[in-house]
């Protein structure tokens, strides 16, 4: 009786599996079929698609013949002779910034005096090949990546592919400025710059120059007490100017950059990029605008006062005749501080891209408010050059080289030697020079440039004794190179 009972629930067993098996495969048949009824609608469009596509291409080939055809009929009626090009060798419209910057580049060539200086080895080379390929850069993009690549404003290499060379770069600024550490870390490169020389760090996008451009700014605000307007010499592409401008613990009200034409046709696009109508364009009359660009030929109308004007590695690579005229001049402009970031003491036999002898040599009616020879920054990207930086205020010296340390047992070293130079700088008299070079002579294993310089100075002052000491020191001067940009690529 039990073992028919089994038997019973076995075969009901069966069945219900079997039942269930066939409803199974009955629901995949018909979700296979689905999906092929899909694959087959998908394929169908793709080819309506691909129609479309082909018909769009057929259009369009049949406009640019009508539109080349048009060209053609409207250069006949106007007795024009019109050569023939196919839409891909078309070139593209100019972007407006790029239109309005060259044309105050063409107004401000025609206004420079035949008495300037000559732009000396170093920058006509570069001025040259702006000259030559601006008519090719057409867009606000390709303008700042070419004055980013091709011109040595600031040197932007590659983001690194080691982090701790970002790291370290930070921890330098930090250290010398630990209340500006929000500051520092508010601050981000322009996100427009070429994108390898971009990378994240701490939360925004920054550079490897970056760091350079932000230390400037960071000195610039705790040593001349957080200046609210700023006159920059030789301002690059205006990316220094863009950070003062944006730093949030003490934003510039007023930023001019003094600068050639050329070199302001690549600032002008890049800081309207941000900035748009807060740049003005000085022709002989202020427009009145926070950021003004003022091209050389008419610095001598400016009249807008700056609590600061600085200069920061561009004067080391102008001749000595541009550094007379912006010393005569920063004498007349109405400014506290001078803030300079330049070369000094470097041996006359490697002078690499210095063009003059001496860059820091302002005159009695500055004072020395802060001097200190190399920065810790700078240090990380190469110690091949020696950096001065000094903060000097317009107003009478009252210090001599009586005061010079080596008279108290100091040895002479580069920082004595700065020291030095800075003290005879205030009180250039013919017997502190002749003490001057005969103690750097006799003391330093080496022969700065700015020796050279003093020497000339003696002998213009009829001191012929000095003579052979110039003749020898002319001999070692060397390294004179200058830098040719390569034309942009085209198409």
């Known amino acids: 009786m039990w073992a028919n009972r089994l038997k019973t629930w076995a075969v009901r067993l069966k069945l219900r599996r079997d039942e269930q098996i066939r409803a199974l495969t009955a629901a995949v ?11 087959a609608h998908i394929r169908a469009l793709t080819a309506k698609l691909q129609e479309r596509d082909a018909e769009i291409v057929s259009i369009s080939k049949w406009a640019a013949e009508l539109a080349k055809q048009n060209s053609l009929l409207t250069a006949a009626i106007a007795g024009q002779s019109v050569q023939e090009t196919s839409s891909t060798t078309q070139e593209p419209a100019v972007d407006p910034l790029v239109a309005e910057a060259r044309r105050h580049l063409e107004k401000a060539l025609s206004h420079i005096s035949p008495s300037q200086p000559s732009y000396g080895s170093r920058w006509q080379p570069q001025i040259d090949a702006i000259r030559r390929d601006i008519p090719a850069l057409r867009d606000s993009m390709s303008c700042l990546h070419y004055a980013q690549k091709e011109i040595t404003f600031d040197g932007r290499p590659p983001f690194p592919s080691d982090i701790m060379q970002i790291q370290f770069r930070e921890w330098a600024v930090e250290n010398e400025f630990p209340n500006l550490i929000s500051t520092l870390r508010q601050m981000y490169d322009n996100p427009l710059s070429y994108s390898e020389s971009l990378g994240e760090f701490n939360g925004r996008t920054i550079s490897r120059i970056f760091y350079c451009h932000a230390r400037i700014v960071l000195a610039g605000i705790t040593y001349a007490n957080k200046p609210k307007r700023i006159l920059e010499i030789g301002g690059g592409y205006g990316e220094i100017a863009r950070l003062w401008l944006t730093n949030t613990i003490a934003p510039a009200e007023s930023y001019v950059i003094v600068d050639i034409p050329e070199s302001l046709f690549f600032a002008e696009i890049a800081l309207r990029c941000e900035f748009r109508d807060q ?17 050389i030929p008419y610095l001598g109308d400016l009249t807008r006062p700056a609590d600061l004007v600085i200069n920061t590695g561009s004067m080391q690579e102008m001749t000595d005749e541009w550094i007379d005229f912006y010393i005569d001049w920063l004498n007349r402009y109405p400014t506290r501080y001078f803030y300079s970031l330049n070369y000094i ?42 950096f001065l930086e000094a903060l000097y205020e317009k107003t009478p010296a009252t210090r001599s080289l009586k005061e010079w340390s080596i008279d108290r047992g100091h040895m002479l070293s580069k920082p004595t030697y700065v020291e030095g130079l800075d003290l005879l700088r205030q009180d250039f008299t013919i017997e502190n020079a002749k003490t001057f070079v005969e103690i750097v002579m006799e003391r330093m ?21 000095f003579e052979p000491l110039r003749s020898k020191l002319r001999e070692e001067l060397g390294g004179f190179l200058s830098h040719a940009p390569a034309a942009p690529k085209q198409g």
């Open 445 to 465: 294993p080496y022969h700065p440039k700015e020796l050279l310089y003093i020497v000339e100075w003696l002998v213009r002052q009829g001191q012929s004794q």
């Open 279 to 295: 740049v003005g364009y000085f022709e002989g009359h202020d427009p009145g605008t926070r950021i003004l660009l003022v091209p």
């Open 29 to 39: 048949t018909a979700t296979a079929q689905t999906v092929n009824d899909r694959d």
């Open 345 to 386: 003491a470097q041996p006359i036999g490697v002078m690499g891209e210095s063009r003059n002898l001496w860059s820091q040599r302002l005159g009695a009616n500055w004072s020395t408010r802060h001097l200190r020879l190399n920065i810790p920054l700078l240090d990380l990207e190469g110690p091949t050059r020696d």
